[in-house]
């Protein structure tokens, strides 16, 4: 079973919305904490947010104030909802624990592109 499903990705102007799903395996969701990430091809990964199972959130400074991570025990699902878009967070956005000792089997992401 594929531990982490990714979606909502697409394609949108500048400050445009979207709102990125991701559904962790039935299994293993009593991983105390989830972020978002995003990479582009032959870039370095970049953490985005962070949530712990309590709600408490933290958030790279290119996207405070813009993207807003939540989560839905119940329904073992993180969101990533981002606002105001922007041409720089054209992206291939993942989810998966915050720390690298605790990674999951990467999912196959979901891609954004922000462009007019």
């Known amino acids: 079973q594929v531990p982490l499903v990714e979606s909502g990705g697409g394609l949108v102007q500048p400050g445009g919305s979207l709102r990125l799903s991701c559904v962790v395996s039935?299994?293993?969701?009593?991983?105390?904490?989830m972020a978002w990430y995003r990479q582009a091809p032959g870039e370095q990964r970049e953490l985005v947010a962070t949530?712990?199972?309590?709600?408490?959130?933290n958030y790279a400074d290119s996207v405070k104030g813009r993207f807003t991570i939540s989560r839905d025990n119940a329904r073992k699902t993180v969101y990533l909802q981002m606002n105001n878009l922007k041409t720089e967070d054209t992206d291939g956005y993942y989810c998966?624990?915050?720390?690298?000792?605790?990674?999951?089997?990467w999912g196959q992401g979901t891609q954004v592109a922000v462009s007019s």
């Open positions: 998966n624990t915050p720390a690298p000792s605790g990674w999951l089997s």
């Open positions: 039935r299994s293993i969701f009593s991983i105390p904490d």
């Open positions: 949530i712990t199972p309590g709600g408490s959130t």
